[in-house]
């Protein structure tokens, strides 16, 4: 069939005055940009960096966010009830403050004796900052002062038993504005824990036995068990391609690492011509 008839720091940049907007100097690194923990894997460990040209002070909480096709949104109450890692973790230290090229070390641990729920649980660990205040030159005035407070999110998965699967649908060849072609695909989970990996699109034109070549790839690509689906787009960069073969894969990366989630083939029919 043709395609063309049929994805974090997954981290989250919460922001007081948008990023964009935000002048070199207000900044702040945090890593990984997740974590697992689990009875087997019961503490775990944030960098928070700062690589501004002055001192950040900021605060340590948790936020719970619900996972949507294309990102995530505020977790309603009665979901946060199923959903929430929180009350079962600690984090320390709860504030802190960083001079100059200076870092901190965030733990994430299990309570101990918590009792654990079985299956998945989901926060999100939140880095704000106090707002500085920076003035942004513009052309046509002598300075504008304005607050700027930044904030960073990772989520923390804690989990208890279960396995994770999940599957490739929706898979359609599109162009973008510029007429450049990229692959829009859904991953679905359909396992009690969350899937976490990439997308590797792969062809092989029907004139060249034997030679495959990598179109695209998406990484940090994750399938939460709270949203139906998540939408994934790779771009190509290319105008068109001849006919031939359209391979899709969701491999596994980090703790699923060397794991194929799923593997999708497409005849991709030539290009259709057309009379001048």
């Given at each position: 069939?043709?395609?063309g008839k049929q ?25 990984p ?5 689990s009875?087997?894997n ?9 690589p ?9 909480s948790?936020i719970d966010?619900?996972a ?13 009830e ?25 733990t ?5 004796g918590?009792p654990l ?5 989901r926060?999100?660990l ?13 052309a046509?005035?002598n ?6 407070g ?15 699967k999940?599957s490739i ?5 599109l ?20 899937s976490?990996?990439?997308i590797?699109?792969d ?5 060249e036995?034997g030679?495959?070549?990598?179109l695209?790839m ?6 939460y068990?709270?949203a ?13 391609l ?18 194929i ?9 030539p ?6």
């Amino acid at each position: 069939m043709a395609i063309g008839k049929q994805f974090s720091v997954l981290a989250i940049l919460i922001a007081v005055a948008s990023l964009l907007a935000a002048p070199a100097g207000a900044s702040m690194g945090l890593y990984p940009l997740r974590q697992v923990l689990s009875l087997e894997n019961p503490q775990a460990e944030f960098t928070v960096s700062n690589p501004s040209d002055r001192i950040i002070e900021g605060r340590v909480s948790w936020i719970d966010l619900a996972a949507t096709e294309t990102g995530y949104a505020p977790a309603e109450p009665q979901m946060r009830e199923t959903l929430s890692a929180a009350p079962y973790l600690i984090v320390s230290p709860a504030q802190f403050r960083l001079k100059p090229g200076a870092r901190i070390t965030i733990t994430v641990r299990i309570r101990d004796g918590a009792p654990l729920p079985k299956g998945e649980r989901r926060s999100h660990l939140l880095i704000e900052t106090d707002a500085s205040r920076t003035a942004i030159r513009k052309a046509s005035t002598n300075g504008l002062a304005v607050d700027i407070g930044l904030g960073v999110s990772a989520p923390v998965i804690l989990r208890n038993g279960g396995k994770a699967k999940a599957s490739i649908a929706e898979t359609k060849l599109l162009r973008d504005k510029e007429g450049l072609l990229f692959l829009e695909t859904s991953i679905k989970p359909e396992g009690a824990l969350s899937s976490f990996g990439r997308i590797v699109v792969d062809y092989s034109p029907a004139d060249e036995s034997g030679e495959t070549h990598r179109l695209g790839m998406r990484e940090n690509v994750a399938g939460y068990t709270d949203a139906r689906r998540r939408k994934v787009s790779v771009p190509f960069g290319f105008v068109s391609l001849k006919a031939g073969e359209v391979v899709v894969r969701y491999e596994g990366a980090e703790e699923y690492e060397g794991r194929i989630f799923d593997e999708r083939r497409y005849d991709l029919a030539p290009p259709v011509e057309t009379a001048d």
